[in-house]
């Protein structure tokens, strides 16, 4: 456990305000407006709960980028979801965040409305005993996450065939955190002095994959906790970075995270899937950002023994959920939020999951935060 997490709640109002002062003292000797980007979807609900923004001064911004796997999920993907969904020897597989995340024309919410089998898990390898009660079925599992859970995907795939279970099978999404960071420090759209570097993603991966964004593109990066403390002392150190003119990623997060990451899950990964390109909502066909499932596990890959010819649909006019992940505007430039685009009816993946940005804006944003200033 980390020293934040065991701190009262005076204690942490009184960290916090030493950090911020020091942020202040920072950004007031740089000079200069200052945006800063978390790409992790419980740094954004912490850093919105804890109204982080609020107490931040006006020249430091703290900006959302892709880091809600279920927001950056394409189109064309929730309708192949859907077809297989419709099938009558299909059974799906499928967080309970999925559900609401709208396709072209429909979404899984719907289809299992009209009667499509579709089953609520709470980790990839409760599917296995759904295909073990369903033999007859083919038992697909929607995996769509980061590196944080495509090990447990990929877990799944070894599972079912050590059990012999042979109709269990991934419908795969996952995406990979490096190349699109890449992405977004080539887009000329998106403005960022440093990174908040996700934490959970880093305990899998390590911090030495992000080591190409100081070397290349001299841009620091901090890998983060998500105590309100432990982003704001990751912030400070971007800060100092950026008043000296330097660029080197650290971690702030060294209790949990390690230089090289977790191996045994990097091994699991590695034995089920390769990389691919892979299509980013908002972003486009990000170069080897994707995870597919290598030919030796062809066999529990749902798209090649059942693949089907879905046409693509348009993304939902007026949303602009791919801007808001890409840290060009915030939600509320957007001329659904808050109108048309709600939690309780969402047109935009953003507002849908948990840990989008449009959804902790629309919670979070205008209301009381756990310790920052009320509004």
């Known amino acids: 456990m980390s020293a934040e997490n065991t701190l009262t709640k005076a204690e942490e109002r009184a960290a916090a305000q030493k950090l911020v002062a020091e942020i202040k003292r920072l950004a007031a000797k740089i000079g200069r407006p200052l945006r800063y980007m978390e790409v992790c979807g419980t740094h954004t609900v912490s850093i919105f709960r804890a109204g982080l923004r609020q107490i931040l001064p006006e020249s430091v911004a703290l900006v959302s980028g892709p880091g809600c796997p279920v927001c950056v999920t394409a189109d064309d993907y929730m309708d192949k979801a859907i077809a297989y969904a419709h099938r009558a ?24 409305a009209e009667g499509a089998d579709i089953r609520i898990v709470y980790s990839p390898l409760d599917t296995l005993a759904v295909a073990r009660e369903n033999p007859d079925k083919k038992v697909v599992f929607l995996a769509v996450g980061f ?18 279970l042979a109709n269990v099978y991934l419908l795969s999404a996952q995406k990979l955190v490096p190349p699109a960071l890449k992405a977004l420090l080539t887009d000329p759209e998106v403005k960022v002095d ?24 001299h841009t620091p990066g901090v890998v983060a906790g998500f105590t309100p403390v432990a982003i704001l002392r990751a912030l400070v150190r971007l800060l100092q970075q950026t008043a000296a003119g330097e660029a080197r990623i650290e971690n702030e997060y060294e209790s949990v995270v390690q230089p090289g990451g977790t191996p045994k899950a990097r091994r699991i990964l590695e034995s089920v899937y390769e990389p691919v390109d892979a299509p980013w909502r908002g972003i486009g066909v990000i170069p080897k ?10 066999a529990h890959d749902i798209e090649r023994l059942l693949p089907l010819d879905v046409p693509v649909g348009d993304n939902h006019p007026g949303c602009r959920c791919g801007d808001v992940l890409r840290g060009i505007i915030s939600p509320p430039s957007c001329p659904l939020f808050a109108k048309a685009c709600k939690p309780t009816h969402a047109i935009g993946p953003c507002m849908v999951s948990v840990e989008g940005v449009c959804a902790a804006w629309f919670k979070y944003g205008q209301g009381k935060f756990e310790f920052g200033k009320q509004k």
């Open 89 to 112: 020897d299909v059974i799906l597989t499928t967080f309970g965040d999925m559900l609401k995340v709208p396709g072209s024309k429909s979404s899984l919410a719907e289809a299992k």
């Open 147 to 164: 590196e944080t859970t495509a090990p447990t995907a990929a877990a799944l795939t070894l599972a079912a065939e050590q059990q012999g």
């Open 194 to 217: 440093g990174f908040l570097l996700p934490g959970h993603v880093s305990v899998v991966t390590g911090t030495d994959v992000f080591q190409f964004v100081a070397d290349e593109y």
């Open 289 to 298: 950002s994707g995870l597919r499932m290598k030919a030796a596990h062809a």
